[in-house]
């Protein structure tokens, strides 16, 4: 059965320093989301995205984010200059135009 | 999307039915009932979703009121991998690039 996957599952980062995470949708999907998960709290809606644009994004994504589909099987978040609040779990969705939104496993993220 | 109320937690015995509620009483006429669920932090991964008639997959049951205002998601034979935590959400209809919002669900216990 295809899979979201993401890369890497775990990424220890140093305040102010940028991240690229990573994430390879299931291969007929056309509609890709991010969103995030701090550590005991909700999962927050962070972007969404579709035709090579941005459709939707919340208000935690502020100009620190950037999403960018680079080929035509990556999907990549970057953060440019990392906060320690930034630290939480980061999950990638996709989804086909008639299906449901399937989840990768997620980036867990640490800002010292 | 209309707003749901999930009880905070659940217990039940493996291999006994769990059956989690799930109130949504202002939901309007195009929007469906989504069910997912968290495994330990895992990605969100989704169970089943319905309009009005009930449905059935190889992982749950959805069991809608006729008035839409109430679900049952039901697991048949509950097993110990399905402790997890349970999202029930309502959203408008499968198409587009729609995000999913999710509240803090049920946490699903599975006793031995």
Partial sequence: ?112 | DAKTTQPTSMDCAEGRAANLPCNHSTISGNEYVYWYRQIHSQGPQYIIHGLKNNETNEMASLIITEDRKSSTLILPHATLRDTAVYYCIVRVANFGNEKLTFGTGTRLTIIP
């Avoid at chain 1, 994504?61 to 939480?88: C, H, M, W």
């Avoid at chain 1, 989840?103 to 640490?110: E, H, Q, V």
């Fill in chain 1, 1 to 112: 059965e295809p899979e979201v996957t993401q890369t890497p599952s775990h990424q220890v980062t140093q305040m102010g320093q940028e991240v690229i995470l990573r994430c390879v949708p299931i291969s007929n999907h056309l509609y890709f989301y991010w969103y995030r998960q701090i550590l005991g709290q909700k999962v927050e809606f962070l972007v969404s995205f579709y035709n090579n644009e941005i459709s939707e994004k919340s208000e935690i994504f502020d100009d620190q984010f950037s999403v960018e589909r680079p080929d035509g099987s990556n999907f990549t978040l970057k953060i440019r200059s990392t906060k320690l609040e930034d630290s939480a779990m980061y999950f990638c969705a996709s989804r086909s135009l008639a299906d449901t939104q399937y989840f990768g496993p997620g980036t867990r993220l640490t800002v010292l």
